[in-house]
């Protein structure tokens, strides 16, 4: 008898991890742009990965991910396109669902503007961007990038840009838990504000460091303060590098 009801319980567990596997739909997309056209792409659950190229199309891999089939197929993506650009969004998240979309992105060089925003996942930049905008509540955002202007926040995440060229535009980064990382030409030209509430601050610019009762601070300015940066955590280090 035991031995029966061994045998049950065994292939009802299989038959419930067979039920709870991943179930996965990939979505392949072009678009064409134009140096004035904007991507704005707004996510709930899952990473975005961007990247620049020397093409005339933005090309879009969106992968759906669930334990769930039925809540796989609810979950929809998104795709505007007009003159202005390209606006992905996804719909159907309802009544608790944690379906994840990933996206892999390539756009032209230098595309005029792009707005990244997700909620639970990290953002990741490569390439030649104009003006860039991301924001995620929860997750890590990075650029290894060329870049003119840019505006970086997160809630619980570490931001971390590696500027390969001199600055062209001013740049903003903001977390609340997570530490800001940014290495920069040393030709570079900007004037620093910065703070931060729990944590270190360390440059190898020659700036002002001031560390008061509650927080510390940087300032000042390199090379005529062409352009300005801005940074702000509560819970985290700055740390500015030469590259």
Same mark, same amino acid.
Request: charged fraction near 20%; charge should be positive; aromatic fraction near 10%.
């Given at each position: ?14 038959? =419930? ?6 179930? #996965? ?5 072009? =678009? ?23 093409? /005339? ?22 795709? $505007? ?8 969004? +996804?719909?159907?998240? /309802? ?7 990933n996206y892999?992105i390539e756009? +032209?060089?230098?595309?005029? $503007? ?52 001199? =600055?062209?535009?001013?740049? =903003? ?5 997570? #530490?800001?990382?940014? $290495?920069?030409?040393?030709? #570079? ?12 601050? /360390? #440059?190898?610019? +020659? ?15 390199? $090379? ?17 590098? /030469?590259?």
């Open positions: 008898m035991r031995k029966i009801l061994f045998i049950i319980f065994i292939i009802l567990l299989l038959t =419930f991890y067979m039920i709870a596997g991943e179930y #996965s739909e990939t979505i392949n997309r072009s =678009f064409e742009a134009s140096d004035s056209s904007k991507l704005n792409i707004k996510n709930i659950n899952g990473n975005i990965n961007i990247k620049t190229y020397n093409g /005339k199309k933005i090309n879009i891999e969106a992968i759906k991910r669930s334990e769930n089939k039925f809540e796989l197929k609810s979950v929809k993506i998104i795709f $505007e396109y007009d003159k202005d650009g390209l606006n992905i969004f +996804p719909r159907g998240y /309802k009544n608790n669902i944690n379906a994840c979309i892999k756009i +032209p060089n230098n595309l005029n $503007e792009i707005y990244i925003k997700t909620v639970n996942g990290n953002i990741d930049g490569k390439g030649n961007f104009s003006k860039v905008k991301a924001r995620t509540v929860n997750g890590t955002i990075s650029f290894h990038a060329v870049m003119n202007v840019c505006s970086l926040s997160t809630v619980n995440g570490n931001i971390h840009v590696y500027r390969q060229s001199l =600055f062209s535009g001013d740049m =903003f980064m903001k977390s609340v838990n997570g #530490s800001l990382k940014i $290495e920069l030409d040393s030709n #570079s030209s900007f004037v620093v504000n910065g703070s931060t509430l729990n944590g270190h601050i /360390k #440059s190898d610019f +020659p700036l002002k460091i001031s560390k008061g009762f509650i927080g510390s601070s940087i300032s000042g300015n390199i $090379e005529g303060g062409k352009y300005k940066i801005r940074l702000k955590t509560v819970n985290g280090n700055i740390k500015l590098y /030469k590259n």
